[in-house]
């Protein structure tokens, strides 16, 4: 079973970027569909961005679609979140999930490996 750790969170000012990684680590990667969802206080948690295992396809929420770029390096067993002008109502704890598989879903229960969570606070 894959693990996996997500970093790269903080406090940044709105307009600002960040780089979230997910880092996988027990098994190999390459055979895992990766996606991103974030959680804000009181919200349910929600999709942000997929990608499948070989990266031929990427998926986004429309709230972050031009200003979000989800990556993968299969060689590192990592997953990246490239976060550009991000706007306060960005602000949340990002999960990385991961199922073994082709498929890219968008719904956090196509996904059963889930990592820890990551703070991002963006500031006006």
């Known amino acids: 079973q894959v693990q996996l750790v997500e970093s790269g969170g903080g406090l940044v000012q709105a307009g600002g970027s960040l780089r979230l990684s997910c880092a996988a680590s027990?098994?190999?990667?390459?055979?895992?569909?990766v996606g991103w969802f974030r959680q804000a206080p009181g919200k349910e948690r929600e999709f942000v961005a997929a990608i499948s295992r070989n990266s031929g396809i990427t998926n986004y929420a429309d709230s972050v679609k031009g200003r979000f770029t989800i990556s993968r390096d299969n060689a590192k067993d990592t997953v990246y979140l490239q976060m550009n002008t991000l706007q306060i109502e960005d602000t949340a704890v990002y999960y990385c999930?991961?199922?073994?598989?082709?498929?890219?879903?968008?719904?956090?229960?196509?996904?059963?490996?889930w990592g820890q969570g990551t703070q991002v606070t963006v500031s006006s």
């Open positions: 999930a991961a199922r073994v598989g082709r498929f890219v879903y968008t719904a956090a229960n196509g996904y059963n490996i």
């Open positions: 027990g098994r190999t990667f390459d055979n895992y569909a």
